[in-house]
């Protein structure tokens, strides 16, 4: 599966952004697909995630601020982010082929990745 992030880009605090994650394939609404982000000197880190069925599960840190939503008729996957703060500045990835009986919130989960999309937060 191939994956083109896009969206990312320099926002002031308290700003949003939206970024996008088109997949290639003609299954895409089987996929289980999810957003994590790696900041300069950190581990990969779970942002959102969304099941086939449109359920979500999403980190503490963005509860409430971050929507992952899909249309599965354009095989993409968004990340609406609002009130976005310094601390959410970080490359994202967006990934799919989730591995089954794995840890969601792990980057072993996960198959396949896109190539990032740098998400720069000015305080």
């Known amino acids: 599966v191939q994956l083109q992030a896009s969206g990312g880009g320099l926002v002031q605090a308290g700003g949003s952004l939206r970024l996008s994650c088109v997949a290639s394939?003609?299954?895409?609404?089987?996929?289980?697909v999810a957003w994590f982000r790696q900041a300069p000197g950190k581990k990969r880190e779970f942002v959102a995630l969304s099941w086939s069925d449109g359920t979500t599960i999403y980190a503490d840190s963005v509860r409430g601020r971050f929507t992952i939503s899909r249309d599965n008729a354009k095989n993409t996957v968004y990340l609406q982010m609002n009130s976005l703060r310094f601390e959410d500045t970080a490359v994202y990835y967006c990934a799919v082929e989730y591995y089954r009986g794995r840890a969601y919130y792990s980057t072993e989960a996960w198959g396949s990745w896109g190539q990032g999309t740098q998400v720069t937060v000015s305080s």
């Open positions: 394939g003609r299954t895409f609404s089987s996929y289980v």
